[in-house]
């Protein structure tokens, strides 16, 4: 089973500055494979990027996936106050779906 | 608009079942996959299983096999999530979580439902 790593557990950032996001596969996984999810305190999750680096519906062009093999990044170029919260990356492979622990970004 | 709307919070004893309901509405319910994924308090999110309401056809993850069941009626765009012999472990907020077929990502949640097991 492939194991997600996401790093760093917490950043602490004020807004207006960049965030850099990454998440670590134990071995390579196919890029079609790696979602990102972000999650606000008391809500469900909300579907960010999939495929690595394809901005879901309604998702502000400040938000940018990239990476393959098994090394992934999200990057926000400038912080929103809405955009603290914590993100999860996501893959999918032969045993299922299987999560990082997730990355908290907090308000600095 | 695509709702998915998920039944209220349950209290259980250990060993008791539990069974949530997530309902669909706004989009064809036999269409799409759904997912539920749990997240114990303060923790991360963990994958449990998905349904093909088309199908009929399960998929759960290794951890529940033999302790979890999904299922759905066409007739109500309903699927159920049935977990058995409850440990305090369990208690968590469930999710269900909708797929377009093969496109490997969750794009509609439920709100959540709260399932605490404590005796």
């Known amino acids: 089973e492939i194991v997600l790593t996401q790093s760093p557990g917490t950043l602490s950032l004020s807004p207006g500055e960049r965030a850099t996001l990454s998440c670590r596969a134990s071995?390579?996984?196919?890029?079609?494979?790696l979602t990102w999810y972000q999650q606000k305190p008391g809500q469900a999750p909300r579907l960010l990027i999939y495929?690595?680096?394809t901005r879901a519906t309604g998702i502000p062009d400040r938000f940018c996936g990239s990476g393959s093999g098994t090394d992934f990044t999200l990057t926000i170029s400038r912080l929103e106050p809405e955009d603290f919260a914590v993100y999860y990356c996501?893959?999918?492979?032969?045993?299922?779906?299987?999560f990082g622990q997730g990355t908290k970004l907090e308000i600095k | 608009q695509v709702q998915v709307v998920q039944s209220g919070a349950e209290v259980k004893k250990p060993g008791a079942s539990v069974k949530v309901s997530c309902k669909a509405s706004?989009?064809?319910?036999?269409?799409?996959?759904m997912h539920w994924v749990r997240q114990a308090p303060g923790q991360g999110l963990e994958w449990m299983g998905m349904?093909?309401?088309?199908?009929?056809?399960?998929h759960y993850a290794q951890k529940f096999q033999g302790r979890v069941t999904m299922t759905r009626d066409t007739s109500t765009s309903t699927v159920y999530m049935e977990l058995s012999s409850l440990k305090s472990e369990d208690t968590a907020v469930y999710y269900c979580?909708?797929?377009?077929?093969?496109?490997?990502?969750?794009?509609?949640w439920g709100q959540g439902t709260l399932v605490t097991v404590s005796s």
């Open positions: 495929g690595a680096s």
């Open positions: 706004g989009y064809s319910f036999t269409s799409y996959y």
């Open positions: 071995q390579g996984v196919n890029s079609r494979c």
């Open positions: 349904i093909n309401p088309s199908a009929d056809i399960t």
């Open positions: 996501q893959h999918y492979g032969s045993s299922g779906y299987t």
């Open positions: 979580a909708r797929e377009i077929p093969n496109a490997l990502n969750f794009d509609y």
